[in-house]
């Protein structure tokens, strides 16, 4: 008997653009953060099974990253050529096609990046659209971090009110002149600061001021 063809993406839904547009604007999310998002009360094979065909159809690709714990292992999705066509076309969210790209970036950078786009999900579809990721800062401001001394944060997104906020994240990678060096750039713009639990103290201890967000390291 002949295999079955593996299925293809040949339209996409209204569940597919919106995936489309985060990873456009986050450039890469976890599958965990794709499937908390749009599907949290499936199985985990539902989200998946889409998303590969989606990958098929040359609109997102998957690539697996060391995790945070040794011995563990991150799968994370980004745009593929047609994902970033259909971005920054008429049909959806119409993005400079220079602020979206193709690849997921360092790969000692990818947690960190996935790790900033938590703070994405908790913002209503307004501020979601305003948000740009630390490339896409320094690209927009034509400044670089080891050029100009003004460091770009990780992410950055305007507030309901108007307010212009800083994501920045500390893995727990960060070194006190680091730290210190970034609360200087900031200044006194109102800053989320992601981190794993405990790691606070030590942001805070430099002159880290503002929200903490903080997250659990999972073992496997």
Request: charged share 30%.
């Amino acid at each position: 008997m002949p295999r079955k063809k593996a299925a293809v993406a040949k339209q996409l839904t209204e569940r597919d653009k919106v995936i489309l547009a985060d990873l456009a604007r986050c450039r890469v999310l976890s599958l965990e953060q794709i499937k908390q998002a749009y599907w949290p009360q499936a199985k985990e094979r539902t989200c998946r099974e889409r998303l590969e065909q989606l990958a098929r159809a040359g609109y997102v690709k998957a690539y697996t990253v060391p995790g945070e714990k040794p011995d563990t292992f991150l799968e994370v999705y980004f745009l593929e050529r047609m994902g970033k066509r259909w971005a920054t076309g008429p049909e959806g969210p119409f993005l400079d096609p220079a602020v979206v790209f193709v690849n997921p970036g360092k790969v000692d950078e990818v947690i960190h990046q996935v790790r900033t786009n938590a703070i994405y999900f908790r913002l209503s579809e307004a501020e979601r659209a305003t948000w740009r990721v630390g490339d896409v800062i320094e690209l927009e401001g034509g400044s670089y971090r080891g050029s100009t001394g003004v460091e770009a944060p990780d992410a950055a997104y305007i507030a309901a009110d108007g307010t212009e906020v800083f994501v920045e994240t500390d893995t727990g990678n960060y070194t006190p002149t680091q730290i210190a060096s970034k609360v200087r750039s900031f200044g006194n713009k109102k800053t989320i600061w992601v981190c794993p639990a405990g790691r606070q103290k030590t942001l805070r201890r430099y002159g880290a001021k503002g929200e903490f967000c903080i997250y659990q390291v999972k073992a496997s």
